[in-house]
């Protein structure tokens, strides 16, 4: 049984445009077009630009954006990433593998960005 895409998925497409892409990242991520700006330095109305695909500088804000939501710089230009790899897996990491793969993409950086935080609150104790 094939899953249907999530809205997230779907906007992240590769027959999306980089500022479709954008607008879906932040919109997911709960930011404002006002709160991204502040974020990157720029005006409102820059980002707007943006995720309208008006305005071609904002290329050399990918790593930032990268950086801002998590994601690699990829995911801005081609839809969503994926690599391969060959590596060796516990019982527990095959199985937490497996249930990560059965999310949506939504689902996926919501993990990511959870475990990140985790992470963080270690360093910090």
């Known amino acids: 049984m094939t899953k249907a895409p999530s809205a997230l998925e779907s906007r992240l497409g590769s027959h999306e445009t980089l500022g479709q892409r954008i607008r879906a990242l932040r919109q997911y991520s709960g ?6 700006a502040q974020a990157v ?8 630009h943006w995720e309208t695909d008006r ?9 930032r954006l990268s ?7 990829e995911v801005f230009l ?9 590596v060796e897996l516990t019982i527990d990491e095959v199985d937490l593998l497996k249930l990560y793969r059965s999310l949506d993409v939504g689902e996926r950086l919501a993990v990511q ?3 990140v935080r985790l992470l963080g609150r270690r360093k910090k104790a």
């Open 78 to 86: 081609n839809g969503m990433a994926s690599q391969d790899a060959t």
């Open 113 to 115: 960005r959870s475990v």
């Open 55 to 63: 305005d071609g500088r904002v290329r050399e804000y990918l790593p």
């Open 31 to 36: 930011m404002t077009q006002a709160e991204l």
């Open 41 to 48: 330095g720029l005006s409102r109305s820059a980002i707007a």
């Open 67 to 73: 950086e801002l939501f998590g994601v690699p710089v």
